[in-house]
């Protein structure tokens, strides 16, 4: 999709409350596109809402649930009383653990599958259809993470739900390119947002000491969320199917590709120095 020149498109990013949805949602309102946003964090909606408004876009903006089936169809009906159709369409919200599988409850696992997989499953299916019917092409980037292609045993569930989302984009990329429409796997890599301060943890990554060196250390990488925007355009520019933003999601993926062996190494030994630390 050409994305240089947006006006005249219409863009939808579900969780544009903060983050990178809600700077991607301002970079493709920068490039002209009209916008409908949601989240279920209504204050955040309504700043980016403002944001949009005062560069001259149309916005609709819907507090909405990703998880809930019946409230995503009910979305798409409603905005598809608007439009037509939307031209891009990304899939963004999402929500983060941290946590070993042994320290992972059931309602953890339906929580976060809800969110980051049948979130993602559920823009696609009620979006997407109407994208085809319309004809005009589009894109469908669908945010997965560097955690989507890299084994991580205290982000088992949520690693879960990102290779899933990589899965899901690969064969859609496949599906839908006879129609024009490009696919788009996001792989950010450590960006510094808010979701350091939301994730939940678990087993002995649960303290406060935890969390504030995660906070810190998201901090201290300082690449924020509106350079993943940046970047983003131009993935969707070139039609990367799997995108990694960041440098190190960059060299991430590149030893996953040329020595998947070495990357297994890595994760056990990381794994031996953080149970070395907890005196495990
Ligand atoms: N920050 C990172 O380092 C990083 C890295 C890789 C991938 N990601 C992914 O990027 C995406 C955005 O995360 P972020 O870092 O900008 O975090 P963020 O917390 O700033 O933004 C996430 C947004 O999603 C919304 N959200 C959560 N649950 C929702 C639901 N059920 N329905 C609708 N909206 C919901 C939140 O309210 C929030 O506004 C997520 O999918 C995340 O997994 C983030």
């Known amino acids: 999709m050409d994305v240089r020149n947006l006006a005249g498109k219409t863009a939808l990013v579900t969780g544009a409350a903060s983050g990178i949805g809600q700077q991607s949602a301002l970079a493709f ?3 002209g596109a009209d916008l409908v946003i949601c989240d279920i964090d209504e204050a955040g ?3 980016t809402e403002k944001e949009l408004q005062g560069l001259g ?4 903006s819907r507090r909405v ?3 809930d089936r019946d ?3 009910a979305f798409a009906n409603d905005i598809h009383q608007h439009v037509d159709s939307i031209d891009l369409l990304m899939n963004n919200a999402g929500v983060a653990l941290g946590g070993r599988f042994l320290d992972t409850s059931l309602e953890d696992w339906d929580w976060i599958l809800g969110i980051n997989l049948r979130g993602v499953i559920h823009g696609c299916h009620f979006f997407v259809p109407k994208m085809k019917e319309a004809g005009r092409g589009g894109h469908v980037v669908n945010v997965s993470s560097a955690a989507g292609y890299l084994p991580a045993s205290v982000l088992s569930a949520y690693g879960t739900t990102k290779y899933a989302v990589l899965g899901l984009s690969e064969s859609l990329s496949i599906e ?3 129609h024009g429409i490009g696919v788009t796997a996001l792989c950010p890599g450590i960006i510094d947002t808010p979701i350091t301060r939301s994730a939940r943890l678990r087993g002995e990554l649960d303290s406060a000491d935890m969390r504030t060196e995660m906070v810190s250390r998201y901090g201290k990488r300082g ?5 993943v925007a940046t970047n983003l355009l131009k993935a969707i520019q070139k039609n990367r199917t799997v995108a990694p933003i960041s440098p190190e999601a960059w060299l991430g993926y590149g030893f996953k590709r040329l020595a998947p062996g070495l990357v297994r190494w890595l994760a056990a030994r990381g794994e031996r120095n953080a149970m070395e630390s907890i005196g495990s």
């Open 29 to 31: 309102g920068r490039r």
């Open 45 to 47: 909606l309504a700043e």
């Open 57 to 60: 876009r149309q916005v609709q």
């Open 65 to 67: 649930d990703v998880a």
């Open 71 to 73: 409230a995503m169809q």
């Open 176 to 178: 839908l390119a006879p």
């Open 223 to 227: 690449y924020g969320p509106e350079r």
